[in-house]
Nanobody
Framework: QEQLVESGGGSVQAGGSLRLSCAASAYAYSRYCMGWFRQAPGKEREGVALIDSIGTASYADSVKGRFTISKDDAKNTLYLQMNNLKPEDTAIYYC???????????????????WGQGTQVTVSS
């Protein structure tokens, strides 16, 4: 069974920072695209950031300039550095692994590929 295990969530005040990590199984990590999506209560899944197999990153407009996605191939680990957090960033953040055909911000939250159990991020004003 392929695994993606997120960590690093927590509660911070607006303007603060958090760094999320996602430890992936070898197969999940080998897929073309890895990324993060989030889901706030009562809202649909929203793609946040992705990075493809050659290291090209893409971001949702709502997080551009504040979030940075990266990965460590030696550790099969994906990261999301979140700076200048806002209350509207409050959500459960999920790590996901997908094939090339679904490597887009819009498709990150689709029920395809693999995803983890999520980590809660709460930003207070």
């Amino acid at each position: 069974q392929e695994q993606l295990v997120e960590s690093g969530g927590g509660s911070v005040q607006a303007g603060g920072s958090l760094r999320l990590s996602c430890a992936a199984s070898a197969y999940a990590y080998s897929r073309y695209c890895m990324g993060w999506f989030r889901q706030a209560p009562g809202k649909e899944r929203e793609g946040v950031a992705l990075i493809d197999s050659i290291g090209t990153a893409s971001y949702a407009d709502s997080v551009k300039g504040r979030f940075t996605i990266s990965k460590d191939d030696a550790k099969n680990t994906l990261y999301l550095q979140m700076n200048n957090l806002k209350p509207e960033d409050t959500a459960i953040y999920y790590c996901t692994s997908k094939g090339k055909d679904y490597c887009s911000i819009a498709a990150l939250g689709w029920y395809l590929g693999y995803w983890g159990q999520g980590t809660q991020v709460t930003v207070s004003s």
